[in-house]
C-alpha cells in the first residue's frame, strides 16, 4: 500500500502536501462559515464558490499547454507561492474585521485561477517524481488518501478554532503551511524530461489535447461522468452549513463534523485504491460509483439527525472519491507523456471547472425549493448519469485489450478473459 513512499521525491512531496493540505481544509470551511455568517444567504455561499473553482473551466486547457511546455517543478514552487499569499491576505482582512463577502468573492477567484496551473502541473509532475510506472497508480491513490486524511483534520480543527478564535485564525494557519509543502519541493532533486520535438503554437496544441482526448470515446466517456459528477454531486458541500445550522440545528462544529464524515468515506476509498495491484476492474467502479453517491445524497436529504447525516456522508465522500481517484488512475496511466498537461488539465476541468456550475445552481435551487429539494435533485441527478453510463460499457470495454497488453498490464494470454473489466485504451489505438 506504501509503495510510492519508496521513491525520496514522492515522499517528500506527500509529506509538505500532507502539512499544507490541513491548513486547505481549514480554510475551505472556514470561508464558508464566514460567507453564512455576513450574508445568511445559500446563494451567497454558491457564488463564492462559483468564483473560486469556475476559472479552472476556461483557464485549465490553457494551463495544460502550458504545463507542456514549463518545468512543472518550478511552476509548483510559484503556485504554492501565490496561495500561500493568498491566504495571508485572507488572514489580514478577517483579523482586522474589515473584511467583506466582496473580498472572499475576489480572493477566491484570484486563488482559483492559480488553481488551475497548480492542480493540472501537480498532477502532471507525479511521474517524474515516481520513477518507475508501475508505482504510478499507487502513487495517486496515496495522494487521493492523503487529501482524504487531511480532510478529517483540518475541518475538525477549523470547527474548534472557528469557535474559539475566528476564521481569521484558520486563514493564518493555512498561509503558515504553506511553507511546508515549499520546502519540500526545494529539496528535491527533479530531472527534466526531454523534449523530442518543437512546442506547436498555443492554439494549435490546445487542439492537438482536445483531439487526443475527445477523439476517442473511452476517454471522453471518463471525463464526460467525471463532469457530471462533479457538476451535480460534488456541490453539496456548499450545503452544508446550511445542514449544519437550520436542519441539524448545530454550530461550526457541526459544520465540522459533517466535513470530516465525508473524509472518512472518502479516505476509505483512497486506502482501498492504494491497496489494489492493479489497475484492473476500475471501469466497474467507474461505472457504479456515481449511483452509490446520488443514493447517500438521496438519503441525507431526509435526515433530521447527524448521527445518520454523518454516515450518509460517509457512503457519499467513499463514492464520489472511488470514482475521482479510479478516473484519474486509468487516465495517467494510458496518457502519452507529450500530452499529459493537457490531458491532465481537461481532468481539472470537468473536477474543478463544473463544480462551480453545480455551487451556483444548488445554491439557486436551496434558496428556491429549500436545501433538502436541492439535494435531492442533485442525488437523483447522479443516479441518472451513473444509469446513462451503464449501457456503453460492454462497448468501452472491447477497447481496452491492446493498450493494456501493450503495457503489459494485461497479458496476451489472459486478454480475453480480464479485459472484459477494463475500460480504455488511448486515441492512438482507435
Not at 511552476?75 to 466582496?102: E, G
Not at 488551475?116 to 508505482?135: C, H, K
Not at 504510478?136 to 483540518?154: D, H, K, P, Q
Request: glycine share 8%.
Amino acid at each position: 500500500m506504501l509503495r510510492a513512499l519508496g521513491h525520496r521525491n514522492y515522499r517528500l512531496y506527500f509529506i509538505g502536501q500532507g502539512v499544507s493540505l490541513i491548513g486547505t481544509w481549514m480554510q475551505q470551511v472556514a470561508a464558508a462559515w464566514l460567507v453564512f455568517e455576513l450574508t445568511h444567504s445559500s446563494w451567497w455561499l454558491g457564488v463564492v464558490n462559483f468564483a473560486g473553482q469556475m476559472p479552472a473551466f476556461f483557464v485549465a486547457p490553457f494551463a495544460g499547454v502550458l504545463v507542456d511546455r514549463w518545468n512543472r517543478h518550478r511552476l509548483l514552487i510559484l503556485t504554492q507561492t501565490l496561495m500561500m499569499l493568498q491566504a495571508f491576505a485572507l488572514a489580514a482582512l478577517a483579523l482586522t474585521h474589515v473584511i467583506h463577502v466582496w473580498h472572499l468573492l475576489a480572493l477566491s477567484a484570484l486563488l482559483g485561477l492559480v488553481n488551475a496551473f497548480d492542480m493540472t502541473g501537480r498532477q502532471a509532475f507525479l511521474t517524474q517524481i515516481v520513477a518507475r510506472r508501475e508505482d504510478l497508480a499507487n502513487a495517486i491513490a496515496l495522494n487521493s488518501s492523503m487529501v482524504n486524511g487531511t480532510r478529517l483534520v483540518g475541518p475538525a480543527l477549523a470547527g474548534v478554532v472557528l469557535a474559539g478564535a475566528g476564521a481569521g485564525v484558520c486563514f493564518l494557519v493555512n498561509g503558515i503551511s504553506y511553507l511546508a509543502v515549499l520546502a519540500a519541493l526545494l529539496a528535491m532533486c527533479v530531472t527534466q524530461a526531454e523534449r523530442k520535438a518543437p512546442h506547436p503554437p498555443l492554439v494549435q496544441g490546445l487542439r492537438e489535447g482536445f483531439a487526443y482526448a475527445f477523439g476517442f470515446p473511452p476517454i471522453r466517456a471518463l471525463l464526460l461522468l467525471l463532469a457530471a459528477a462533479s457538476l451535480m454531486g460534488f456541490s453539496y458541500a456548499v450545503l452544508l452549513p446550511v445542514f449544519a445550522t437550520d436542519v441539524l440545528h448545530g454550530g461550526a462544529r457541526m459544520l465540522g463534523v459533517l466535513t470530516a464524515a465525508s473524509g472518512v468515506g472518502a479516505l476509505l476509498a483512497a486506502m482501498w485504491l492504494a491497496a489494489r495491484k492493479t489497475v484492473l476492474g476500475l471501469g466497474r467502479v467507474i461505472a457504479v460509483a456515481p449511483a452509490a453517491a446520488g443514493l447517500g445524497l438521496i438519503a441525507f436529504s431526509f435526515s433530521q439527525w447527524w448521527w445518520l447525516s454523518a454516515p450518509l456522508l460517509s457512503v457519499t465522500g467513499f463514492a464520489l472519491m472511488a470514482q475521482m481517484a479510479s478516473s484519474n488512475t486509468i487516465l495517467q496511466t494510458i496518457v502519452d507523456e507529450d500530452k499529459r498537461g493537457r490531458v491532465m488539465s481537461l481532468y481539472t476541468m470537468a473536477f474543478l471547472g463544473m463544480s462551480p456550475l453545480g455551487s451556483l445552481l444548488i445554491g439557486w435551487l436551496a434558496d428556491v425549493l429549500g436545501a433538502p429539494a436541492a439535494l435531492l435533485i442533485s442525488g437523483v441527478s447522479c443516479v441518472l448519469a451513473s444509469l446513462a453510463f451503464a449501457p456503453y460499457l460492454p462497448s468501452l470495454r472491447a477497447r481496452v485489450r491492446p493498450i493494456y497488453t501493450r503495457l503489459g498490464i494485461l497479458p496476451q494470454a489472459a486478454a480475453g478473459v480480464q479485459a472484459a473489466t477494463e475500460l480504455t485504451t488511448p486515441p492512438e489505438e482507435e
